[in-house]
């Protein structure tokens, strides 16, 4: 973004009327998208609350799921801030692969419980089974997961900017 604005003031002070400048690959990407990912994401969101709410036959159990993505995007978020680092295209590859982990690791504990309440348990009883249960499994693919991205977030040579982008997202 500020490499982008500065390049357009150097242009509009520097170059004479005729001539002009054209933004290629991924900045061209960026900036012909503009804000739209938010939406894009927006969409996506109720999307898979849709699809979950078909699949659980309910509309309390996607909204469980779709509670732990905030905080993984937070997370992402806090990680991109320590570092210094912009949210570009490479870092929203990281958030999709985040919300796929925190999905999953959420229908894996509301699935469980759902079945311990159909069990006969109470609805904090089935809850707190099986985030009792399911907490090692959820906690190994985590680790897994994160220690796996710790060689993007310290990448160096070419092609650097783009691994550290993904790593310091997914890490977060």
């Known amino acids: 973004g500020q490499a982008v604005a500065a390049m357009e003031r150097a242009a509009a002070t520097a170059l004479p009327k ?22 894009v994401f ?35 978020f806090v990680a991109l801030l320590m570092r210094g680092m912009q949210i570009d295209v490479y870092s929203q590859i990281g958030f999709v692969m985040l919300i796929g982990l925190a999905a999953k690791n959420a229908i894996l504990i509301v699935e469980f419980a759902r079945r311990r309440r159909e069990e006969g348990l109470s609805i904090v009883d089935a809850a707190m089974e099986a985030a009792r249960l399911r ?24 092609g650097a900017a783009s691994r550290q982008s993904i790593g310091t997202t997914v890490f977060g």
Request: aromatic share 16%.
């Open 135 to 158: 907490l090692r499994p959820i906690l190994m693919t985590a680790f897994a997961f994160i220690l796996g991205v710790l060689p993007l977030m310290f990448s160096t040579g070419a």
């Open 42 to 76: 927006g969409l996506a969101m109720v999307f898979v609350f849709l699809i979950l709410a078909a699949q659980y036959e309910s509309w309390a159990m996607p909204f469980m799921v779709l509670l732990a993505v905030p905080l993984a995007l937070f997370g992402a």
């Open 18 to 39: 005729d001539f002009g400048y054209e933004w290629t690959g991924i900045t061209y990407q960026e900036l012909k998208a503009g804000s739209i990912a938010s939406i």
